[in-house]
């Protein structure tokens, strides 16, 4: 079975600055998807990014970015210049390749940003 | 983007009643919801796969005849948590799979939730 290992249960980071939160995860699977997703106060559940297995490239988006290792099953984002607006919990999931594939979920991580 | 709404945001019942919680793609068509159950500061537990015209797939643990969930189109996915108590209270939460244009492929897009208190 896929698992999702977040160690880190909480993180500080100061506004303006980059703050990596790490995750790991464990398949038998070559190919797969990897997600982070934010989930602010308001308890929505936002996509942060998105990874797919075979791509070699990290993905970006805006101000987040990952550090896809995939020989050592490491997903880890990274948030460039801080923001308020980014304190929030975050989920790092895994999805297998098959269609409609159910998402396993890390414990999630508490971010906090201090103005 | 991919819109998916929860209706209601939140509910106070009785003990004993049952409360029906809809989930629906607003801007999309998705043959399989998810539902999910999370407590405070906890990551989401899935609870159930829901699957357009077909019966759901619960996770161990989760009781088939207390939760009902019915996906009875392509929009739209019911969660009713029958005879409720107060251990079930909690907040719910369901997702739907999209596929969007841009080749970005098959991604879960939550509903912002319902949060249910059982008195």
């Known amino acids: 079975a896929q698992t999702v290992t977040q160690s880190q249960p909480e993180m500080s980071v100061q506004e303006a600055e980059t703050v990596t939160l790490s995750c790991t995860y464990d398949?038998?699977?070559?190919?797969?998807?990897l997600f982070w997703y934010k989930q602010p106060p308001s308890r929505q559940m936002i996509l942060v990014i998105r990874q797919e297995a075979y791509k070699q490239q990290n993905a970006t988006e805006n101000r987040f970015s990952v550090n896809f290792q995939k020989a050592a099953k490491s997903f880890s984002l990274k948030i460039s210049d801080s923001q308020l607006g980014d304190a929030a919990m975050y989920f790092c999931a895994y999805r297998a390749p098959s269609a409609n594939s159910k998402l396993t979920f890390g414990k999630g991580i508490t971010l906090s940003v201090r103005p | 983007g991919a819109v998916v709404s929860q209706h209601p945001s939140r509910v106070i019942c009785k003990s004993g009643t049952s409360v029906k919680i809809e989930c629906r793609s607003l801007?999309?068509?998705?043959?399989?919801m998810f539902w999910y159950r999370q407590f405070p500061k906890q990551s989401l537990m899935l609870m159930a796969t829901s699957n357009e015209g077909s019966k759901a797939t619960y996770e161990q643990g989760v009781e088939k005849d207390k939760f009902l969930i019915n996906h009875a189109s392509l929009t739209l996915s019911t969660l009713t948590v029958t005879s409720a108590h107060p251990e079930d209270s909690s907040f719910y939460i369901c997702s739907a799979t999209a596929y969007l244009a841009g080749g970005t492929g098959e991604t879960q897009y939550f509903g912002p939730g319902t949060r249910l208190l059982v008195l």
């Open positions: 801007d999309f068509q998705a043959t399989t």
């Open positions: 398949t038998s699977e070559s190919d797969y998807y």
